[in-house]
């Protein structure tokens, strides 16, 4: 599943819902209004930058204004801007308590800097004071999903769906679930359900891929399979694995040309893809390439040994949050290796451990170099060059890998 394109689009239901409660919560005319109402204008044409700037100037002037507070929370939230949104967030709830979509934000942003207990706290207040909230339910249902209990997850969508039935992000979230937990019957369902909502829907026609690819009895199963994985390709961060899909299926078809192309197009988007790596070992020496298929085997199991360590400093960053080298060995290693969510969930505790850490900036920088934000990768590395050197360098008997 998209991890990334499925925060987003959480983030983004959850923006909407504000400036859907924004109408009936203006604030009064005040010193600050006229900056805050600069702020929603620059928010709704998407410069966040400017948004953010101008809801600064109305909070200097009017800084007990709960609204203008969680405006800058949902922008922060819009750009991504996790930490900033918390503080902003916080305010908000504390100067604007019976407003629930400010504990729904809260929470978003809390899930996002990985402070689960604060995340779950504030969910319980916001359902509390609006027990059939959508979005708390939505964003409660991503923060199990994070935790892998699947039990308690699956129900929170299928709520969500029945109280909000054109909120797509629910489909494709109960269709993963239902696949996940090998309903796959009731999986097609609700995925079929959610494209009748979005027609093109990338991640959707991937998980109906997965679900026909599934169906080995149906004799339309493997047609089915392909079409929604060709459908998957369009518009999607994940492309690479519809690719890499698409090439199993030829694969088991004995195309060997056609498989061949798939995954040849999955590794150049994805070359971290390890299962890609090992089908086109597969097609390779059923081609008699048995030299091409050894290399291709040999780049598999580094990349699986990678993987294998990465679990293992993973393990010892949740069991110590706050040890920022820890997360550095994990960032180094998913950076050498072009895996650049596991280098994003690290980097993203470790900014909250040590902000001004010149190194995790550093890396940082490096990251949105490598996802291709150029802009974000320039104004990392303009904070670090701005801090003391931290004096971390590559940590002792790392990974040997190359």
């Known amino acids: ?235 999607n961060p994940e492309a690479a694995k519809a690719h890499a899909a698409l090439g199993k299926l030829y694969l088991r078809r004995n195309d060997l040309d056609g498989a061949r192309k798939e995954l040849e197009q999955a590794l150049a988007l994805q070359p971290s893809l390890a299962e890609a790596r090992y089908t086109l070992s597969q097609v390779a020496g059923r081609s008699g390439r048995r030299a091409e298929a050894a290399r291709h085997l040999k780049l598999y199991e580094e990349l699986q040994e990678a993987e294998r360590q990465l679990a293992e400093l993973q393990a010892r960053a949740l069991a110590r949050p706050g040890d920022v080298e820890i997360h550095l060995q994990v960032v180094r290693l998913a950076l050498q290796h072009r895996i650049p969510g596991a280098a994003e969930r690290s980097l993203e505790a470790a900014v909250q451990a040590d902000p001004a850490n010149a190194e995790v900036r550093r890396l940082r920088s490096q990251l949105f170099l490598l996802q291709g934000k150029e802009r974000r990768a320039a104004e990392e590395l303009a904070v670090a060059s701005r801090l003391p050197s931290s004096g971390t360098g590559p940590a002792k008997g790392g990974s040997t890998l190359r």
């Open 1 to 235: 599943m998209p991890r990334r394109l499925s925060i987003l689009l959480v983030v983004l239901v959850l923006v909407a819902g504000a400036a859907v409660l924004r109408w009936s919560m203006t604030p009064k005319p005040g010193p600050g209004r006229e900056g805050y109402l600069a702020g929603v204008k620059a928010a709704e044409a998407g410069a966040t930058d400017a948004a953010a700037q101008s809801l600064q100037q109305a909070i200097l002037l009017e800084p007990e204004n709960g609204d203008y507070h969680a405006e800058l929370g949902g922008v922060y939230l819009q750009a991504g801007r996790y930490d900033e949104a918390v503080a902003a967030l916080q305010s908000a709830a504390f100067l604007s308590p019976n407003r629930p979509h400010v504990y729904c934000q809260l929470a978003q942003g809390l899930v996002e800097t990985r402070r689960r207990a604060d995340a779950l706290q504030a969910l319980d207040e916001a359902l509390r004071r609006s027990p059939e909230c959508p979005h708390a339910l939505a964003v409660r249902g991503e923060q199990f999903l994070r935790d892998d209990n699947l039990k308690e997850a699956l129900p929170a969508f299928q709520r969500l769906i029945e109280l909000q039935p054109e909120f797509v992000l629910g489909y494709q979230k109960a269709g993963f679930l239902l696949l996940a937990t090998h309903q796959i019957d009731e999986a097609v369902k609700v995925l079929e359900k959610g494209l009748t909502l979005a027609p093109a829907h990338p991640g959707m026609h991937a998980l109906l891929g997965e679900a026909y690819q599934r169906r080995p009895r149906d004799p339309q199963a493997e047609h089915m399979a392909i079409q929604h994985f060709r459908a998957a390709l369009r518009n």
